[in-house]
């Protein structure tokens, strides 16, 4: 039986050429052979486990036996002694730290706030989607429409007031470009963490309806501090941003390779939304897998993962696990358990913002092929794919319309 002697493997996380929008085909192989083996990390001197399958992921990422605590030894981040986070970036907390700050902000993604979101988002799309016409083309569509539109909206729903929406985007933009440089990224860090102070500070005196002003209640109520509120606001920014960037590219690269699927963005308000959660399942842009580390041992499959042991959790291998989605390489638009996919994660980290990357979603790719029926890739071009960050995506995509 294996358990924690098992032999150490050497896995290539290479996508296959001509195939930038399937996982590796490495992990359909350790689905079949080896769905929790170990994997070597810095240079051999890490060997956490590797979930494969969907319903392993499940069970890992719903067991009280793990935690997200980067600051534990053995805990498998990518890059060996990475830093740790500061409490505001709750993901990287165990219950109760995680807790105060998740309850603190349920409210401000329950339906009827992401709702109020609807109109902001729609108009700022529109006036994307116009300033991009109205350049004549071809453009970068990742660069025109897509890295935009996230943060402008989360702007709106932290409450930056519209005079300082392109300060806080040109910032936000430099934090998720791969093309900046270190220090571009470290300032660009530095002035978004002290304006979002400011911003909190300021929200105080004079509250208004958005959620900063709502953090500034829980500071004055001595449930965080300061500091704490504009980590929080600058962690909404990292989680809701290059994500949501990604998926609105992707998506549209999907479509754009599956014309035939397009007509079921239009034949309903449930047709849509199940689309919508066939390409999270899809392209799971989460790919270098949620990390953990076990607390007690765990028994995963036929294998205990034991207390002190890292483990990575592979969401889109699991979202393209043939046991649990029928024919799971195909993106069939009417796949009945779309919905069941993990893009978003699973247990008390699952997606915070996951109302409000649907609403995104939703609106944009319906609009973008309605408005640009003709849209496509600039012949004689390539996109460009980011293959090193933890949110997969296209940096580049050439289009005309
Ligand atoms: C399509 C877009 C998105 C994807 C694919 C995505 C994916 C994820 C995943 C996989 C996790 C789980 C992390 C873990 O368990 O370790 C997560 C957590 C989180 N996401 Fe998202 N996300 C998206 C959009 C957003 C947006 C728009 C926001 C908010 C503005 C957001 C806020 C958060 C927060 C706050 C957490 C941490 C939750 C916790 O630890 O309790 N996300 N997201």
Known sequence: MPDTDS???AISMARRDGAPLDPPPEYARLRQEAPISRVSMWGGRATPWLVTRWEDARTVLASPGVSSQNTRPGFPTAIENAPAMPPGYFFGQDDPVHDTFRRALTREFMVKRIEALREPTMRILDQLLDAMIDSGGPADFVEAVALSLPSLVICELLGVPYEEHDFFQSHSKVLI???VTAEEKIAAHQA???YLERLVEDKRRQPMDDLVSRLAEHVDAGTFS???AADVGAFL???GHETTANMIGLGVLALLEHPEELPRLYQGKAELANSVEELLRYLTIAHTGLTRIAIEDIAVGDVTI?????????LNSANRDADTFADADTLDLARANARQHLAFGYG????LGQPLARMELQIVLPEVFRRLPNLRIEPGREVSFKQTSAAYGASFMPVTW
């Open 192 to 194: 978004l963490g002290d």
């Open 177 to 179: 470009d791969s093309a």
């Open 7 to 9: 032999s150490v493997q």
């Open 237 to 239: 920014l990292f989680a």
């Open 226 to 228: 300061v500091r704490d």
């Open 348 to 351: 008390i980290h699952q997606c």
């Open 306 to 314: 034991r207390a002190g042991e890292g483990v990575i959790i592979l």
